[in-house]
């Protein structure tokens, strides 16, 4: 097979800015803190494994979510590793061979990998999530007695640890309406206490030494760095230089951390053309040059990740100018405008994500132009398109 040195169109990953978002992390948690790096979701578009064989030095444990995550790690790391997506009966085995610590959100789960573990002679760790005031996966408080009857009869369980998860202390001080500070952290008060009385349950149950788990970035950021008590920590986003919200980074940017984001996502330019004046552009006739026009082609859409809804909205950066989409995003490629470009030539390089010159695309940016967020932006990148790490 011909090795392609130079892809046409790639996810360029640094190194140096991947190591020193976690190191920035570390520095904000209380001294013997662990981390779990969040990988799931092909590290957040990331790209999983090139992004593990550069965080395990640095990192406790990894955090995935499915059977075929857990696989795809095992190639190329054993470190520890928490599956804390559903795994089906039939992938049990599976995934209490390839090694993991699994988290339990049901009795019946809790039961199945008892009995795996049994047959593969083994005692199977796992953490067991609390649904304090998320509202998403977990057991109630109301459930955790009978669970924890449960436990007690299940021999080849190692019960070693008890979570929850915020649901929204990342934006919870925005009000609706603007960026302005406010000081409302009611709900996470709520879910903190609910999740504080689990723990007691836990240990009235007799379950001595588990480990405790609440914050995500923004959890770390928000309550890890000045009022947590817990010895693990789930880092996601910020792994990735990428800020949970808008709140926490205008509260926490340079005082506290300076993040840098580890991805761009680059191509070239395919053909440079000149359309007259009134000529519609691409499916749906959804653009009509008022002028004539010097339009350049973009080899990459949405199988690629360009999401549909940047048609006639989004930008690019060529010859470090900002250039608009034209007309619709299709599968394989969109169109720019690039009448203000008179040297640019087919291969000019193309930044969709990232920085060219002083000029920068964020996923922020993107994010807010399509009505979602930067985390959905990134893993949305196929995971088809080579990565470079520089
Ligand atoms: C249970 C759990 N822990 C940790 C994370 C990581 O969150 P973040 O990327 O905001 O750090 C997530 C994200 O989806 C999650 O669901």
Redesign the pocket.
Known sequence: MIKNISPLSFVELSRKNLINNIKQFKSLTKIGTKF?V?I??NA?GHGQNFMVQILEPYTDYF?I?SVEELRILRKVSNKEAFL?GFVQKIDLLNALSLGCIL?VFSIEQLTEINKVAEKLKIRQEIHV?VDAYLG??GFLLSELPKLFQEIRKCKNIKFSGI?A?FANI?DTRLSEQSFERTTNLTHAHKQINEYKRALELAEKFGFKNLQT?I??????LAYEKTKGIHGLV??????YGLW?SKYLKLTYKNSDLDLKPVLSWKTKVAQVKTLPKGNTIGYGLTYKTKKETRIAIIPQGYADGVDRGLSNKGEVLIRGTKCRILGRVSMNMFVVDVSHLPKIKVEDEVVILGSQGEKKITAEGIAAKIGTIN?EITTRISALLPRVVV
């Open positions: 779990i969040v799931k979701g957040y955090q979510d804390f988290t999530s998403r996966e979570y998860h990342e788990h914050s995500s970035t923004s959890g770390i789930r880092l996601g986003i910020g792994t949970p985390y």
